[in-house]
């Protein structure tokens, strides 16, 4: 084991290993590999670890997985390992993860069916392939069709593209696009659209050939080669099919899920169609022929629909409607001849039933007898030499020769019909070369195998030998080009098996002399096999169970063939009598059909087949032979026939191969089963390919790409300036086996494995330089981190202890104060509490005293006055107690002493009646009376003591009576007091009670009130808080409600900003398709103008013999119909004579056809144009309205002119009588109201009506001026028209005699005529003026009506309003006011001023002409009209002195030398360098304006015509010319700026000084001619776009993409057979260096010859869109530059761009908007690519890309090292989910033809007409200065 195996088989190699379901999966080593070893360690992917046992015997190691860098390639022979996993594996890679079906495989395209519509085949796509070479662009059908097309071109040499693969894998799809590609790029030599006739006959032989297998639902049953024919110029101009193997058999038997030819069920469908009536068809389930398959409908393909396709098809082919319905007819007897039912009569005949509804539809469509179709239906006839039988045929027999002829019918009408397509392809031009394509079935094996296998596999024997020699030849060729050593390289030649099949004695030669025999049987041919081949022959076997089957070892597998049916299939027979029944027949078509099959004239020379799946063809009869024996020629004879023959036209050629690939067979979209594919793999020769490759040298790398890639390798030392031999020694050094290199001339030839070991090799190397880079870098980090973290720990400390101290200082500071502050804060708060609260508790005191005496006061008052009411109450109620005491007492007195008495009574009765008691009673008596005595005496004594008292008493009493009377009184006061008092206490009293009652009351009120007031109190506190926090809540719902209507507010602004500015937008858009439309139509007109030319010039050249005869150029142009030629330009109408006289012979329709496109074109042209004008020039609709006035107000009568000058001056009247009436009102209301504001404004305004009525006194004026002088003239004339015969009237009157000649007359009465009518137009201007001023004057007049209502509106409300608020409104209603009043009539009198300017300029140029015209002839004369009439008065306008005006005088007959040395032979260098910018446009309009100004329309018309058809010439014949081109742009633009400057519209006037108002043109409208000069600026611009694309296409690639303008940065990898272009940079390369040099080239070009700035701008932009759109397109089709460091180099290049764009002051033209979807891509390839958020930041950030191009860029994206990953499959799908809602074209490609509609923005010129002074060097002497 060398060096190399022991390297390569180490731990976590990557190897492949054998298994039965994957076919082959991936293994990694888990230990190093050592010689002796018997086994691997291997684990799987899923980490299952296995051990893999090696061969004893051979010591076979499994195969190596390629490095992941080269996972994916484009081509399979850039893989380091050539072998079947590998190649497997990244078919599958590229198919399932990057959806991309194309693989170059060396010089085969593996396409693989997606079974998915993919949007890759689009117009844009095709353009994009054109013109690349095949390895510069990811692999596609495409790009082999443009190689083919390419080596065509290039090598002379015809060639073929051979198509082949499974039934269902897409051959004919393939096919079918390389066809579209040859006729979209290509186009058509002549107007019969044999491009689209070639496309045209797919649907046709889709109908009739192709059906819906189970392995594919278009399956194509017929194997065809198309020759498209290109002229010398590789043009399309015809085409030629042959097909080969129809399926005849399918037209009478379907397996199960299939269907019929397509044609049958497309006319069933179609049955209810009035026309397909007669034909007698129903559903396709009624007949036999098309519900063998019990699948009738293919899902999502409608038949009605595809019917309509096929008969469009035919009708474009040539065939004809009542062709299409015999054909129709001939299918539909077909499907009724298999409805046909035979019966048993016995066991050995048959017989059909008696009017057979479906024998008798079928006779009826072929126009034959019904008894002579039953009758050969079951017989047959049999020939001996001399009798002829007729035999019973068995039922059997009979169905058998029933549905033979169904399908030798079906064939003739097949080859009849590719005979018809063939003759409509067929043209009369020469062909020069041709490509052909051929579409044929690949290798096929079946369970059970017949003679149609055997037959394909014989041809695809044919094919695989053709294929190996060429690729042989292929290496062979590269060897010996690059000069080394030639090897012989060991291949498969299957020249045995096909020797096996088609020499003497061979298999098919057998079969023939079988067919022969009078008994020959399949038995007997099998049993000659046996014992030709079975011991001779390795290749042919029997098998071991069978003895009627033999076993052939094929190029890709053995396959058994079953000998049943061969001998039968091969002889092909059908019942003659049947033939000749069809022959006699009455239908047309079905003769012609047997009768062709006779002539043998068929284009494909098909002869039907019988039984089974058989499918044949027979090659060309060129030798009308029609023997028997000739036509009894055998299937296999004329297939080996066939076959010889296209194998010797694709030797003749150069082949390109397609090999289409099944990948399952489910029909799954995307969806990919290796042991399926494998098996296609290995038939189709894909692999033999791998391994003519890996034999050799597949690995190829020039010097310097091998160089760049392997740098890191190679030491300082090892560099050399020869880096061919600096490569060698590296090599020699790295690779020890010299065996597994070669050197060539241009490149290194490695074998294979050598790159993957060179990549192991340089991978190491980066990972130990990483490693090494990532430690010192870490550690540099990791210690400059260390030193920031240390330093800024070390700062922050710093600060934060400085912080800290200052803050401690603060605090401190802080602290003291505080205390400070606290302390006479808590003093002054104390205080300030204790007075509060000593000034509270005196108050409260004060309160308290003040309460408490004033209540001990009124206590003490209320004692008091109780203690007074308790005396008086209580002495009454003593006295009244006494009284009733003393009343008592008395009583009870009285009462005891009645008693008393009553008892001593009683007791004296007693003792009266006793003596004792008489002595007693006297003795007592005497004692008694004695003490009475004494008594009486003392009472005496007493009695006068008492007198004496008395007397005193009385005295006294008197005194105190009189006291006690007063006492009384006051006590009787007292006592009504104390009554009353009682009263009142009683009141009181009940006061006081009812006070209790209300106290108590109050009280409980009082607590109620105080408990509802708690619980009101913590009720509100509650509400309080909840309205707080509603409260709260409704703040901010407030907030809320202002934000969101501040959003909402601001959301409907951006919202109605977005919308407005979409409908502007949209509109903008509207507007440029407009002008887009506009413009391709221009361009589509100057293609037809130029194809037009070319044919006429192509009939003057083969006219050009006849003698006298001079060719010229014709002028014709599509302008026409606006403009007329010059009658003068002999020349040129000789031409167009002697063209037109040529054109005569050529094709009258085709000459029709151009000139109803040309009609159409205009039309739509015109159309285009009226809404341009529409859009683009409202403001002119006004100034169209008025000159249609003027145009009809020009035709009236002076007399009808009086009549309405009158009725105005009536009118004026009337208005100043308004006016004055106003006047005095608006006097009236200031005197009344001096002080209302607003005054002022009313004396501005009558200020503005009195000017304006003085200005219109003074137009009153000039108006009766002007009418006086008109209406002189207009006596003038009638007198001259009575008294003189002149036959041309004259405006002034002159002396005819003194005049020279009538030349004289004439002219004088023209320039009078014309002045009349210019006056007249002054005055009917004026008039308009006039009429305008008049309403202007009324509207002022109701303003200021409607004003005055306003302001005493306005003044009632004021009144009503506050003083200031008045004020305020009565201000701002006035500033308002004044501010529009002052607008208006600034406005007004802006306008005046401009009218009374034009009208008095104009006036000013009229009377000049007319005094210039009219001085030298009137002066000093008088004409009869004069002496009898007032005399004329002339205008009285001063003239001025004559210098010059600006304009150029030439003759009629130097117009052409003037077109000539001005447009045709000028030259733009010398013209840009030493002259003004837009000198000849300048020179142009100055001779225009002198036309103009003598009121020459034939001058002005041929000028213009001149003029544009000159331009035309020149841009044709130096069209390729940028300078040339950008030239007469320029000069064209400011020839129209000049036109619309100097045109008199005010629109174009507004920057012209008031010189250059004088020039303005006179006397022609040349807006319809501003029109045709602005659409040939728009193809001038369009022609300079297209060669500066032209231009700058080759550099775009090279520069933007391919070439490293950051050296190093991108890497390259491995390449296979199909180099693509360096990224180095060679010699003759284009940079992005040299796009910015022919930038800028293309810039100071522009600017040398004064293009607008506009104008420019627009150029710029386009060129860069087109940059960015071909780099964009290449990016999306090429893997190879979709990388991270190609976005690098993208995304620098776009920067260089813009540092252009921004040098040149550009940024703001839009160009760099252009390149954004490019930047995007750009950004895409270097964002990270792995989880959601990256993909919402993709879709968020690649809004310029569409949906497709995303996805299409992430599928492409490739690592060119092993350290960058892939993109995986979820991501892509998240994408794609993120992006399904977008709404957009589904494009992928952006369209790099498209160019944005120009405008030209008028550019008025500062320069000076009269300055422009005119070279000598351009030879323009003959022109005068006027």
């Known amino acids: 084991?060398?060096?190399?195996?022991?390297?390569?088989?180490?731990?976590?190699?990557?190897?492949?290993?054998?298994?039965?379901?994957?076919?082959?999966?991936?293994?990694?080593?888990?230990?190093?590999?050592?010689?002796?070893?018997?086994?691997?360690?291997?684990?799987?992917?899923?980490?299952?670890?296995?051990?893999?046992?090696?061969?004893?015997?051979?010591?076979?190691?499994?195969?190596?997985?390629?490095?992941?860098?080269?996972?994916?390639?484009?081509?399979?022979?850039?893989?380091?390992?050539?072998?079947?996993?590998?190649?497997?594996?990244?078919?599958?890679?590229?198919?399932?993860?990057?959806?991309?079906?194309?693989?170059?495989?060396?010089?085969?395209?593996?396409?693989?069916?997606?079974?998915?519509?993919?949007?890759?085949?689009?117009?844009?796509?095709?353009?994009?392939?054109?013109?690349?070479?095949?390895?510069?662009?990811?692999?596609?059908?495409?790009?082999?069709?443009?190689?083919?097309?390419?080596?065509?071109?290039?090598?002379?040499?015809?060639?073929?593209?051979?198509?082949?693969?499974?039934?269902?894998?897409?051959?004919?799809?393939?096919?079918?696009?390389?066809?579209?590609?040859?006729?979209?790029?290509?186009?058509?030599?002549?107007?019969?659209?044999?491009?689209?006739?070639?496309?045209?006959?797919?649907?046709?032989?889709?109908?009739?050939?192709?059906?819906?297998?189970?392995?594919?639902?278009?399956?194509?049953?017929?194997?065809?080669?198309?020759?498209?024919?290109?002229?010398?110029?590789?043009?399309?101009?015809?085409?030629?099919?042959?097909?080969?193997?129809?399926?005849?058999?399918?037209?009478?038997?379907?397996?199960?899920?299939?269907?019929?030819?397509?044609?049958?069920?497309?006319?069933?469908?179609?049955?209810?169609?009035?026309?397909?009536?007669?034909?007698?068809?129903?559903?396709?389930?009624?007949?036999?022929?098309?519900?063998?398959?019990?699948?009738?409908?293919?899902?999502?393909?409608?038949?009605?629909?595809?019917?309509?396709?096929?008969?469009?098809?035919?009708?474009?082919?040539?065939?004809?409607?009542?062709?299409?319905?015999?054909?129709?007819?001939?299918?539909?007897?077909?499907?009724?001849?298999?409805?046909?039912?035979?019966?048993?009569?016995?066991?050995?005949?048959?017989?059909?039933?008696?009017?057979?509804?479906?024998?008798?539809?079928?006779?009826?469509?072929?126009?034959?007898?019904?008894?002579?179709?039953?009758?050969?239906?079951?017989?047959?006839?049999?020939?001996?030499?001399?009798?002829?039988?007729?035999?019973?045929?068995?039922?059997?027999?009979?169905?058998?020769?029933r549905d033979a002829l169904s399908k030798h019918i079906y064939a003739?009408?097949?080859?009849?019909?590719?005979?018809?397509?063939?003759?409509?392809?067929?043209?009369?031009?020469?062909?020069?070369?041709?490509?052909?394509?051929?579409?044929?079935?690949?290798?096929?094996?079946?369970?059970?195998?017949?003679?149609?296998?055997?037959?394909?596999?014989?041809?695809?024997?044919?094919?695989?030998?053709?294929?190996?020699?060429?690729?042989?030849?292929?290496?062979?060729?590269?060897?010996m080009?690059?000069?080394?050593?030639?090897?012989?390289?060991?291949?498969?030649?299957?020249?045995?098996?096909?020797?096996?099949?088609?020499?003497?004695?061979?298999?098919?030669?057998?079969?023939?002399?079988?067919?022969?025999?009078?008994?020959?049987?399949?038995?007997?041919?099998?049993?000659?096999?046996?014992?030709?081949?079975?011991?001779?022959?390795?290749?042919?076997?029997?098998?071991?169970?069978?003895?009627?089957?033999?076993?052939?070892?094929?190029?890709?597998?053995?396959?058994?063939?079953?000998?049943?049916?061969?001998?039968?299939?091969?002889?092909?027979?059908?019942?003659?009598?049947?033939?000749?029944?069809?022959?006699?027949?009455?239908?047309?078509?079905?003769?012609?059909?047997?009768?062709?099959?006779?002539?043998?004239?068929?284009?494909?020379?098909?002869?039907?087949?019988?039984?089974?799946?058989?499918?044949?063809?027979?090659?060309?009869?060129?030798?009308?032979?029609?023997?028997?024996?000739?036509?009894?020629?055998?299937?296999?004879?004329?297939?080996?026939?066939?076959?010889?023959?296209?194998?010797?036209?694709?030797?003749?050629?150069?082949?390109?191969?397609?090999?289409?690939?099944?990948?399952?067979?489910?029909?799954?979209?995307?969806?990919?089963?290796?042991?399926?594919?494998?098996?296609?793999?290995?038939?189709?020769?894909?692999?033999?390919?791998?391994?003519?490759?890996?034999?050799?040298?597949?690995?190829?790398?020039?010097?310097?790409?091998?160089?760049?890639?392997?740098?890191?390798?190679?030491?300082?030392?090892?560099?050399?300036?020869?880096?061919?031999?600096?490569?060698?020694?590296?090599?020699?050094?790295?690779?020890?086996?010299?065996?597994?290199?070669?050197?060539?001339?241009?490149?290194?030839?490695?074998?294979?494995?050598?790159?993957?070991?060179?990549?192991?090799?340089?991978?190491?190397k980066l990972r130990v330089a990483c490693i090494r880079i990532q430690k010192t870098i870490r550690c540099w980090l990791a210690r400059k981190k260390y030193l920031r973290k240390r330093s800024a720990a070390i700062t922050i400390q710093r600060f934060t202890r400085g912080y800290q101290a200052r803050c401690l200082a603060k605090f401190m500071r802080r602290t003291q104060a505080a205390t400070t502050i606290q302390k006479y804060q808590r003093m002054c708060m104390e205080r300030k509490r204790y007075k509060q609260k000593q000034a509270a508790a005196l108050a409260m005191q004060t309160i308290l005293r003040g309460y408490i005496a004033r209540l001990k006061y009124q206590a003490l008052l209320r004692e008091h006055k109780m203690v007074i009411i308790q005396k008086i109450v209580r002495g009454w109620l003593a006295r009244c107690w006494y009284k009733r005491c003393l009343y008592s007492i008395v009583y009870l007195q009285c009462c005891f002493r009645r008693m008393k008495a009553r008892r001593e009574l009683k007791k004296l009765k007693i003792e009266a009646r006793s003596v004792e008691h008489f002595k007693k009673l006297n003795k007592g008596m005497e004692n008694k009376i004695m003490q009475l005595q004494r008594k009486i005496d003392a009472q005496s004594k007493d009695n006068l003591l008492v007198v004496e008292k008395l007397h005193s008493l009385e005295t006294s009493s008197t005194a105190e009576k009189e006291k006690m009377r007063n006492e009384l009184n006051r006590l009787r006061g007292v006592d009504e007091e104390a009554k009353t008092k009682t009263k009142q206490v009683s009141s009181l009293q009940e006061e006081l009670e009812r006070l209790r009652k209300e106290l108590s009351t109050t009280q409980q009120e009082k607590k109620t009130i105080e408990d509802w007031a708690q619980t009101y109190r913590s009720e509100m506190e509650k509400m309080v808080s909840e309205l707080k926090d509603q409260n709260g809540l409704l703040k901010k719902d407030k907030d809320d409600l202002n934000r969101s209507i501040q959003e909402q507010s601001q959301q409907m602004t951006e919202k109605m900003a977005r919308v407005i500015a979409e409908e502007t937008q949209q509109l903008e858009t509207d507007l440029n398709e407009e002008r887009s439309r506009y413009q391709n139509l221009l361009t589509e007109q100057r293609r037809l103008e130029e194809k037009y030319d070319d044919l006429k010039e192509r009939t003057l050249a083969s006219n050009i013999s006849k003698p006298g005869h001079r060719r010229t150029d014709s002028t014709h142009s599509s302008n026409e119909s606006e403009y007329t030629y010059n009658s003068e330009y002999a020349e040129l109408e000789e031409g167009s004579r002697a063209a037109e006289d040529v054109t005569r012979g050529i094709d009258t329709s085709l000459t029709l056809k151009l000139q109803k496109r040309l009609t159409e074109l205009e039309q739509e042209k015109q159309s285009l144009r009226n809404e341009l004008e529409n859009k683009e020039d409202q403001f002119q609709r006004a100034r169209a309205r008025d000159d249609v006035e003027f145009k009809k107000a020009r035709g009236a009568e002076l007399e009808y002119e009086s009549l309405k000058r009158q009725e105005l001056e009536s009118e004026n009247k009337k208005l100043k009588h308004n006016l004055a009436e106003m006047r005095q009102s608006l006097l009236g209301d200031a005197a009344t109201n001096s002080g209302a504001p607003g005054s002022p404004a009313y004396k501005v305004l009558l200020d503005q009506l009195n000017s304006s009525c003085e200005e219109l006194d003074v137009r009153k004026e000039e108006v009766l001026i002007l009418r006086s002088q008109l209406v002189s003239q207009k006596e003038a004339m009638h007198h001259k028209d009575e008294k003189e015969t002149m036959t041309e009237p004259s405006v002034y009157v002159v002396d005819v005699s003194k005049l020279k000649d009538a030349d004289e007359i004439k002219q004088a009465y023209v320039g009078l005529k014309d002045t009349n009518r210019l006056l007249e137009h002054q005055l009917q201007t004026q008039r308009r003026g006039h009429d305008n001023e008049v309403e202007a004057l009324r509207g002022e007049l109701q303003n200021v009506k409607e004003e005055n209502n306003r302001q005493q509106q306005l003044l009632a409300q004021n009144l009503q309003l506050p003083p200031e608020a008045r004020i305020e409104a009565s201000l701002q209603h006035e500033i308002t006011r004044l501010t529009n009043e002052n607008l208006d009539l600034m406005e007004q009198l802006e306008k005046q001023d401009r009218t009374i300017r034009k009208l008095k300029k104009q006036l000013k140029v009229y009377s000049k002409r007319i005094g210039e015209m009219g001085a030298g002839q009137t002066e000093g004369q008088t004409s009869p009209g004069q002496m009898v009439d007032e005399p004329i008065h002339p205008v009285n306008i001063p003239r001025r002195e004559k210098d010059f005006q600006g304009m150029l005088e030439y003759k009629k007959e130097d117009e052409l030398k003037l077109v000539k040395n001005l447009i045709l032979e000028l030259k733009p260098r010398g013209v840009a360098v030493n002259l003004i910018p837009g000198l000849p446009a300048y020179v142009l309009f100055m001779c225009l304006r002198h036309a103009d100004y003598v009121n020459d329309d034939q001058k002005v018309r041929t000028l213009l015509t001149s003029t544009i058809n000159s331009i035309k010439k020149i841009l044709k014949k130096r069209g390729d010319d940028f300078e040339t081109v950008s030239f007469w742009l320029s000069n064209t633009c400011r020839f129209l700026h000049c036109l619309k400057q100097y045109s008199g519209d005010e629109a174009f006037m507004k920057h012209n000084t008031s010189r250059q108002n004088e020039h303005t043109l006179s006397n022609f409208d040349l807006a319809e001619y501003r029109q045709v000069i602005s659409d040939l600026a728009i193809q001038i611009y369009q022609q300079l776009i297209k060669c500066m694309e032209n231009i700058l296409q080759p550099m775009i690639v090279s520069g933007m993409l391919e070439h490293e303008t950051i050296q190093g940065v991108s890497g390259v990898k491995p390449t296979g057979l199909r180099k693509r272009t360096s990224s180095i940079a060679d010699e003759g390369t284009y940079t992005l260096d040299s796009i910015l040099r022919q930038l800028s080239a293309f810039h100071s070009t522009m600017c040398q010859h004064g293009t607008d700035p506009e104008l420019i701008k627009q150029v710029v932009k386009q060129q860069f869109y087109i940059i960015g759109a071909v780099t964009l397109n290449n990016l999306l089709l090429r893997k190879d530059m979709c990388s991270w460091s190609k976005g690098m180099q993208i995304r620098y290049n776009v920067s260089q761009l813009e540092e252009w764009l921004r040098d040149k002051g550009l940024m703001m033209c839009g160009a760099k908007e252009t390149l954004e979807p490019l930047i995007q891509a750009a950004q895409l390839l270097q964002v990270k690519k792995k989880t959601d958020e990256d993909a919402e930041a993709i879709c968020s950030m690649c809004l310029a890309l569409t949906t497709a191009q995303i996805v299409k860029v992430l599928n492409l994206y490739t690592p060119v090292n092993e350290f960058e990953e892939r993109v995986s499959v979820s991501f892509i799908r998240t994408i794609q989910t993120r992006l399904r809602d977008r709404c957009e074209s589904p494009q992928l490609l952006m369209d790099t033809k498209m160019i944005y509609p120009v405008t030209f923005p008028f550019n008025p010129s500062s320069l000076a007409l009269e300055t422009i002074q005119i070279p000598g060097s351009l030879n323009l002497g003959f022109l005068t200065r006027v």
């Open 412 to 479: 003739k009408l097949f080859n009849w019909i590719v005979g018809h397509v063939n003759k409509a392809l067929i043209t009369n031009i020469k062909q020069h070369s041709f490509i052909g394509v051929l579409d044929i079935y690949g290798f096929e094996t079946f369970e059970i195998n017949s003679f149609e296998q055997f037959c394909i596999n014989y041809a695809n024997e044919k094919l695989q030998q053709q294929f190996n020699m060429h690729v042989f030849k292929l290496e062979q060729e590269e060897y």
């Open 1 to 401: 084991m060398n060096r190399e195996l022991e390297y390569m088989f180490v731990e976590r190699a990557r190897v492949w290993i054998p298994d039965a379901e994957e076919v082959w999966k991936s293994a990694e080593l888990t230990k190093d590999y050592k010689n002796d070893d018997a086994s691997l360690q291997l684990m799987l992917e899923d980490g299952t670890n296995i051990e893999h046992k090696l061969d004893p015997k051979t010591k076979n190691l499994p195969y190596l997985r390629n490095p992941d860098i080269l996972v994916g390639e484009n081509d399979l022979t850039a893989l380091s390992y050539l072998h079947e996993p590998a190649v497997l594996h990244n078919l599958k890679v590229r198919f399932m993860d990057s959806k991309l079906i194309y693989t170059y495989c060396g010089i085969v395209l593996v396409a693989i069916n997606p079974y998915e519509t993919l949007q890759i085949y689009g117009t844009d796509i095709i353009h994009a392939y054109s013109g690349q070479n095949m390895g510069d662009m990811d692999p596609h059908i495409f790009a082999v069709a443009e190689e083919a097309y390419k080596q065509m071109a290039r090598d002379e040499r015809n060639q073929s593209i051979i198509v082949s693969g499974e039934s269902g894998a897409g051959k004919t799809v393939s096919a079918k696009y390389a066809m579209r590609y040859f006729a979209t790029v290509s186009g058509s030599a002549s107007e019969a659209n044999v491009e689209e006739k070639v496309l045209a006959s797919n649907p046709i032989m889709e109908a009739i050939g192709n059906a819906k297998t189970t392995r594919n639902d278009n399956s194509s049953r017929f194997g065809k080669y198309i020759e498209i024919g290109f002229d010398n110029r590789y043009r399309i101009i015809g085409a030629n099919m042959r097909t080969y193997l129809l399926e005849k058999s399918r037209v009478v038997f379907q397996a199960d899920e299939e269907r019929n030819y397509h044609v049958f069920y497309q006319l069933c469908a179609s049955s209810h169609l009035p026309e397909f009536k007669n034909l007698r068809l129903s559903s396709a389930n009624n007949f036999l022929y098309t519900r063998q398959g019990r699948s009738p409908v293919i899902d999502g393909v409608d038949d009605t629909k595809e019917l309509c396709t096929t008969r469009n098809a035919f009708t474009l082919l040539g065939i004809n409607e009542s062709y299409q319905m015999g054909l129709f007819q001939v299918l539909a007897a077909i499907l009724h001849l298999g409805n046909v039912e035979i019966k048993d009569r016995d066991s050995d005949s048959s017989i059909i039933a008696p009017n057979n509804s479906h024998l008798t539809a079928f006779c009826e469509l072929v126009g034959v007898t019904y008894q002579d179709m039953s009758q050969w239906l079951c017989h047959r006839k049999l020939k001996t030499a001399n009798e002829t039988y007729i035999k019973t045929l068995p039922r059997l027999q009979a169905t058998n020769n």
């Open 481 to 764: 080009r690059e000069q080394i050593p030639w090897t012989l390289i060991d291949f498969y030649d299957n020249q045995p098996c096909i020797n096996l099949i088609e020499a003497k004695m061979g298999i098919l030669d057998l079969l023939d002399e079988e067919c022969k025999m009078p008994r020959g049987s399949d038995d007997t041919w099998a049993q000659k096999l046996y014992n030709t081949h079975l011991k001779t022959c390795s290749l042919f076997e029997k098998p071991r169970m069978s003895n009627r089957a033999f076993i052939i070892q094929h190029f890709a597998d053995k396959v058994e063939y079953q000998c049943d049916g061969f001998l039968e299939k091969n002889k092909d027979t059908v019942n003659e009598e049947q033939i000749n029944v069809l022959k006699a027949s009455k239908f047309d078509l079905l003769v012609e059909l047997f009768q062709d099959g006779e002539k043998a004239t068929s284009p494909t020379g098909q002869v039907a087949g019988t039984g089974g799946r058989t499918r044949l063809s027979i090659k060309p009869d060129k030798s009308r032979e029609t023997s028997s024996k000739e036509h009894k020629k055998t299937v296999g004879c004329q297939f080996r026939n066939s076959l010889q023959m296209l194998m010797g036209t694709l030797n003749a050629t150069t082949p390109h191969y397609v090999r289409c690939i099944k990948p399952n067979d489910f029909k799954l979209g995307f969806t990919f089963d290796p042991k399926r594919a494998v098996q296609q793999l290995r038939a189709c020769g894909v692999l033999e390919t791998i391994r003519i490759s890996a034999a050799g040298f597949p690995s190829r790398w020039t010097y310097q790409e091998f160089f760049s890639r392997y740098r890191v390798l190679m030491k300082q030392k090892d560099v050399l300036l020869d880096k061919k031999l600096t490569c060698r020694n590296v090599l020699e050094k790295l690779v020890e086996d010299q065996d597994k290199y070669q050197f060539g001339k241009t490149k290194i030839f490695f074998r294979a494995g050598q790159v993957a070991y060179l990549e192991k090799l340089r991978a190491d």
